[in-house]
């Protein structure tokens, strides 16, 4: 149960989110000695793995890295796979807020409908929106943790509406379930949820239809389940694990790039790199083999072929097969994120997986009961699920009226283009401050390493202005222009921006093609360590 807020006192800082990187905050924060409060919207803590309850949902990076290096949380947890479930994640999360005792300083079911700044006192008031009514909260500091896939999107498919069975959005899905058993099953989207429902509906549905635009690279997830033993033999090393994660080149403390290239290794030793790293798992396939992987077309097309080949080998119908795992790459390997897989593919082996091309023949309207493409054909259903993904990086922002120094909305004030100081702040919007937000590492940064050390450099920042007497913090234009054009840079440099994905704002319509992830967490935590160092030179304070 949520604590009863005092809305007469000032706080020094509003934590909005309660996900890894808003809980780590309110603990950060607290620990230093500010009054603190965070307000999730949610019944309880978790972010989107409080949300995302669809069948299958699962994380896809792997434990430890995936948790917080805090002893007082990991000591008294075991996990029990290796890539944990969604309701063991919840369950992780109401262990952290208990383990760190963050309870009373957290308002579930409460909601921030929007935000304003005041010159004049230098502070925040936050309207903020309950079961039991709307209010108000004043704050120093606000420090939205929103994450990067918090507001889903949904294409404008005609006749949506229509459909008189069940239809949610994956990030919407309801508490108590849909029944899928000997159903006819339509899902839409083969990204990271579209890929977790069809192994879970392919398991009982009458029918599986899968609607697929784009082909997903996905890769083998290679799970284990962890027993009792394991996990406590597993602690010893944690210490160890927890530092180097969380010291640049970290993120994962097992996935470090290797220095020399595809193209002048022998093909022994690359087929034994590849094969290593596809036997290992997980993300080590994009992220733990040659450097020059993300940056060299002919270097990517040699991962590419051999991801296509051990997967079209698992692939029975040439045909499906082609559509799947194509020849040709339809975009370069990793530029889009690559999905892990429990028998993914081999679900297309069954009588009742359907594959639907809907790039060549595209999705013309939805009725009652029925999808139709193009060219008329229709494809009966009982339930429609909708993996179509999030407005990314900056949707769960920009759905709160937040308003800066000037009066202007933050979504007006991006709706040309993101500008951001180091992912973390924007000039015009004083003493507001967003983690894993747009233009910083969210979706290369593992989220924990993330959310600790973001973190951290918030509160070395607010100690600074404490100890020097300072009240407002803004990061500057001149700033906020250098990271986008530093972050136009490294997309040049790299094979993300041969790509319309959602790393460079391309799946929403209206939104202005850029990268908005820096795809080095190295480089991006070493900026943020020089920052801090030169007297947090890309602010002003006053």
């Known amino acids: 149960m949520s604590p009863v807020v005092d809305n007469s006192e000032t706080l020094d800082a509003l934590i909005v989110g309660a996900g890894f990187s808003g809980l780590y905050q309110l603990y950060e924060l607290r620990r230093r000695g500010y009054s603190v409060h965070l307000v999730e919207a949610n019944a309880g803590p978790g972010g989107v793995w409080y949300a995302n309850r669809y069948p299958g949902a699962r994380v896809d990076s792997h434990v430890p890295n995936y948790e917080y290096s805090h002893q007082g949380i990991w000591k008294d947890w075991s996990w029990s796979e290796r890539f944990p479930g969604g309701a063991e994640l919840r369950e992780y999360f109401a262990h952290a807020v208990e383990a760190l005792e963050l309870g009373p300083d957290i308002s579930f079911g409460t909601r921030v409908d929007g935000a304003r700044f005041d010159e004049e006192s230098r502070t925040w008031t936050a309207d903020l929106s309950a079961a039991d009514g709307s209010f108000t909260r004043r704050c120093r500091y606000l420090v939205l943790c929103t994450g990067f896939a918090s507001k889903a999107f949904t294409p404008p498919i005609d006749g949506l509406d229509r459909f008189a069975g069940p239809c949610h959005h994956t990030a919407h899905w309801p508490e108590d379930g849909v029944p899928l058993e ?31 635009r784009t082909p997903v690279t996905a890769l083998p997830m290679q799970q284990r389940r962890i027993t009792l033993e394991q996990a406590a033999a597993s602690k010893d090393e944690y210490p160890e694990i927890f530092v180097t994660r969380n010291t640049p080149p970290g993120s994962m403390h097992d996935m470090v790039r290797r220095g020399e290239s595809a193209l002048t290794a022998s093909d022994d030793e690359r087929e034994r790199v590849f094969t290593e790293a596809w036997e290992e798992g997980g993300f080590h396939f994009w992220f733990a083999t040659f450097a020059d992987v993300i940056t060299d077309l002919d270097a990517n097309r040699l991962a590419y072929d051999f991801w296509r080949d051990h997967t079209r080998a698992r692939i029975d119908d040439p045909a499906v097969a082609d559509l799947l795992a194509p020849m040709e ?21 069954q009588d009742n997986v359907f594959l639907v ?17 193009a060219d008329g054909t229709r494809h009966e259903l009982d339930v429609l699920v909708l993996a179509t993904g999030f407005d990314a990086n900056t949707g769960g922002l920009t759905q709160i009226d937040v308003r800066g120094s000037d009066g202007r909305n933050l979504a007006e004030r991006w709706a040309s283009g993101v500008d951001t100081t180091l992912g973390l702040a924007v000039s015009g919007y004083p003493n507001l401050l967003f983690l894993y937000g747009p233009q910083s590492p969210a979706a290369f940064c593992n989220g924990p390493t993330c959310a600790e050390l973001q973190s951290q450099w918030v509160g070395d920042l607010l100690d600074h202005m404490q100890d020097a007497g300072l009240t407002r913090v803004e990061a500057t234009e001149a700033s906020d222009l250098a990271w986008s054009r530093h972050l136009d840079e490294v997309a040049e440099g790299s094979l993300l921006s041969k790509v319309d994905s959602w790393y460079m704002a391309a799946n929403v319509p209206g939104k202005r093609r850029q990268l908005l992830n820096h795809p080095s967490s190295d480089a991006y935590l070493r900026a943020l360590d020089r920052c801090a160092a030169e007297g947090y030179d890309r602010f002003v304070f006053d």
Not at 200 to 207: F, I, Q, R, T
Not at 329 to 349: A, H, V
Not at 357 to 373: K, R, T, Y
Request: hydrophobic content about 35%; overall charge negative.
């Open 329 to 349: 790459p339809p975009y370069p390997f990793g530029t889009k994120r690559p999905s892990l897989e429990q028998g993914y593919y081999d679900y297309f082996n």
């Open 357 to 373: 091309d809907i790039s060549a023949n595209p999705i013309h309207s939805v009725g009652e009961d029925v999808v139709e493409l």
């Open 182 to 212: 000997g159903r006819r099953v339509g899902i839409v989207g083969t990204g990271a949820s579209g890929v977790q429902m069809v192994q879970e509906a392919a398991k009982v549905a009458g029918e599986v239809y899968v609607f697929q």
